[in-house]
T-cell receptor
Framework: DTAVSQTPKYLVTQMGNDKSIKCEQN?????MYWYKQDSKKFLKIMFS???????INETVPNRFSPKSPDKAHLNLHINSLELGDSAVYFC???????????????FGQGTRLTVV | GENVEQHPSTLSVQEGDSAVIKCTYS??????FPWYKQELGKRPQLIID?????GEKKDQRIAVTLNKTAKHFSLHITETQPEDSAVYFC??????????????FGTGTLLAVQP
């Protein structure tokens, strides 16, 4: 009974290609995130959505386009992939918003993207 | 902007020793202070958290202490075991109000427990 699931788990692709990563949560959470974890293990926030609305866009190149068809899904589409996009991408969700201080984040298993 | 730093960045201890990781943040609006553990190849998972009206919280071998005045909080692990080896992240919550809460993670600390 997976809480946050993302697919695929591994993705190897050539430079210049376009790819998507899907994320779904069955926790009923309002807020979903995308994080990028590089080789140095830094967990950098990319986007945050609340009830399908984009809340945070952390200066991510516009080749990255998140889409949230409903509050249980947040997909990430990447155009014109570059070598520097290679990383592990984590989707996460949490309930807290609007000052509710109970914001444990639940993470998906991660997608290891390798651009060659 | 927000600044969340952890020290040390790497920590090696002998099994049975204690480990302490410190998280320093800049945003005085932070009011929720969690620690996450990420084992190799796995996802980050919450292990303990504390709120701004509490100074310390314990859960078996782990504890978190908060100094809101100095804007730092620490993770304490006693009687370390090899399975404690992981990367640990703090993630002080910056409460902007409304729906714009922003979960920012610290720089991470790699803990290695030597058997």
């Amino acid at each position: 009974d997976t809480a946050v699931s993302q697919t695929p788990k591994y993705l190897v692709t050539q430079m210049g290609n376009d790819k998507s990563i899907k994320c779904e949560q069955n926790l009923g959470h309002d807020t979903m995130y995308w994080y990028k974890q590089d080789s140095k293990k830094f967990l950098k926030i990319m986007f945050s959505y609340n009830n399908k609305e984009l809340i945070i866009n952390e200066t991510v190149p516009n080749r990255f386009s998140p889409k949230s068809p409903d509050k249980a899904h947040l997909n990430l589409h990447i155009n014109s992939l570059e070598l520097g996009d290679s990383a592990v991408y984590f989707c996460a969700s949490s309930q807290g918003a609007g000052g509710v201080v109970n914001t444990e984040a639940f993470f998906g298993q991660g997608t290891r993207l390798t651009v060659v | 902007g927000e600044n969340v730093e952890q020290h040390p960045s790497t920590l090696s201890v002998q099994e049975g020793d204690s480990a302490v990781i410190k998280c320093t943040y800049s945003d005085s609006a932070s009011n929720y202070f969690p620690w996450y553990k990420q084992e190799l190849g796995k996802r980050p998972q919450l292990i303990i958290d504390i709120r701004s009206n509490v100074g310390e919280k314990k859960d078996q071998r782990i504890a978190v202490t908060l100094n809101k005045t100095a804007k730092h909080f620490s993770l304490h692990i006693t009687e370390t075991q090899p399975e404690d080896s992981a990367v640990y992240f703090c993630a002080p919550l910056h409460d902007y109000g409304g729906a714009t809460n922003k979960l920012i993670f610290g720089t991470g600390t790699l803990l290695a427990v030597q058997p």
